[in-house]
């Protein structure tokens, strides 16, 4: 195994590190019946803050131009990777809690199979049946299971459904961010992807950024605010980027499963969740489908990211979808 790959790997754990945080970290920002900061007006703060920071570093240390052909692909990106991404996510994590959340995200790479069946007509087997079957019957059992109110969670249900959408945006912004990311430097790139990002999220978090009380914030909550700003929101996006770079889009969808885990041990150490069996039961289920669908779901990914690069031919695909 070479450097690079090395550092690669080590860069896509601490991004699941990183985003594991972010489910107990994040919450407490927008929690209550009068949230310290809403959750669009929250995404307004990240989407600046990872426009800002892009657009410096790239002044500073990269100053790369992109071909015009590649315009449509990170305008997608930017609804799929920041917009439609951090919208749902931030909704739905103020609505469920973060072991739900970080369980619901593993369905990632079952949604990703589930779009190269819509999109690139990929044959149905049984074990990928079994496995789509088995995973989507995990979420729907945390979903549906979650529907009476509790602490700090007000509507688990629309919480973890939203969560998921989140995850199917994840997923076609993993496959559409690929070929950028080997063709230019993730630096370019995130600044692009970051730029479209902000201008979709303008009319949803606008409003709500400026009700803020700044001044009134506590200590806490301010470092919490910051820590969604530059580790979440820039570093992360960062490290996950420069991976791309090294691995395949596959490789990286795998660090997914850290997640739950991650999420789990730190929820539960500050005391803001806590694992039952019906969470066990439906994450067992998630892995399961997760296991059968992952071999086959790494080759789709790699073959969707191989033509993409070859032919710019997803866009019309999505747009009619």
């Known amino acids: 195994m070479n450097k690079k790959l090395i550092l690669a790997h080590i860069a896509m754990f601490f991004v699941a590190l990183i985003y594991a945080s972010n489910f107990t970290i994040a919450k407490p920002v927008m929690a209550g019946e009068t949230p310290y900061v809403q959750p669009f007006g929250f995404i307004m703060l990240r989407v600046l803050a990872g426009t800002s920071l892009f657009g410096l570093t790239h002044l500073f240390f990269v100053r790369e131009r992109i071909d015009t052909k590649d ?3 990170l305008a997608l990106c930017g609804v799929c990777g920041v917009a439609g991404n951090q919208l749902c996510f931030f909704y739905g994590l103020n609505l469920t809690t973060p072991i739900n959340g970080a369980l619901i995200m593993l369905t990632t790479p079952i949604l990703v ?13 049984s074990m990928k049946a079994g496995g789509i079957v088995l ?29 998921g959408i989140n995850a199917a945006f994840y997923a076609v912004y993993l496959v559409l961010v690929k070929p950028l ?19 979709y999220v303008l009319p949803f978090g606008w409003d709500q950024m400026l009700e803020v009380d700044y001044e009134a914030l506590p200590t806490s909550i301010l470092l919490s605010i910051g820590f969604v700003l530059f580790f979440v929101t820039y570093l992360a996006y ?11 889009a596959s490789v990286s969808s795998t660090y997914i499963y850290l997640q739950p885990l991650l999420a ?13 069996l019906t969470m066990i039961f439906a994450g067992l289920l998630i892995f399961a489908g997760v296991f059968l669908v992952s071999k086959r779901s790494k080759k789709i990914i790699d073959q969707t990211v191989k033509s993409t690069e070859n032919k710019d031919d997803l866009s019309p695909h999505l747009v009619k979808k």
């Open 71 to 73: 315009i449509w692909r």
């Open 113 to 125: 199979l589930l779009l190269s069946m819509l999109v690139f007509k990929e044959k149905l087997t």
């Open 135 to 163: 995973g989507l019957s995990g979420a729907a059992l945390l979903i549906l299971n979650n529907g009476a109110a509790i602490p700090d969670a007000p509507n688990p249900m629309l919480g973890n459904i939203f969560i």
């Open 181 to 199: 990311m080997s063709k230019y430097s993730p630096i370019t790139t995130l600044k692009w992807v970051f730029f479209f990002g902000t201008i």
């Open 238 to 248: 960062l490290l996950n980027g420069s991976a791309l770079s090294v691995v395949k």
């Open 264 to 276: 789990s041990i730190i929820a539960v150490a500050a005391g803001k969740d806590k694992i039952t």
